[in-house]
């Protein structure tokens, strides 16, 4: 079992940056990937980002590539996005989420595992 919490949401203006960080409790969160996921008002949760249970290997949606980041760091159980060159259509609640499978595997299956979400909203 694992829980997820994920923080670091916020208000930014267009072109601004933001960190969210996704805590993880559990024994076993070395042996997870974890991946980003995003709902929008209106529209269905889709896929941002995720990494492999070592953190080496990362995958990307096309509309954030080049501008957002994930890491693992496994000695925190935490898991981390950083969002650079924010665009209005980034504003969504982000949720972390994690499972026991490739995390490339993560871009048409999600994992198990949810946090609660956070709200990012950027403005124009």
């Known amino acids: 079992q694992v829980q997820l919490v994920e923080s670091g949401g916020g208000l930014v203006q267009a072109g601004g940056s933001l960190r969210l960080s996704c805590a993880a409790s559990?024994?076993?969160?070395?042996?997870?990937?974890m991946g980003w996921f995003r709902q929008a008002p209106g529209k269905e949760r889709e896929f941002v980002a995720a990494?492999?249970?070592?953190?080496?290997?990362?995958y990307y949606a096309d509309s954030v590539k080049g501008r957002f980041t994930i890491s693992k760091d496994n000695a925190k159980n935490t898991v981390y996005l950083q969002m650079n060159s924010l665009k209005p259509e980034d504003t969504a609640v982000y949720y972390c989420?994690?499972?026991?499978?490739?995390?490339?595997?993560?871009?048409?299956?999600?994992?198990?595992?949810w946090g609660q979400g956070t709200q990012v909203t950027v403005s124009s």
């Open positions: 990494t492999s249970s070592s953190g080496f290997s990362t």
């Open positions: 559990g024994r076993t969160f070395s042996s997870y990937a």
């Open positions: 989420n994690a499972g026991p499978i490739m995390g490339g595997a993560m871009r048409t299956t999600p994992g198990d595992y």
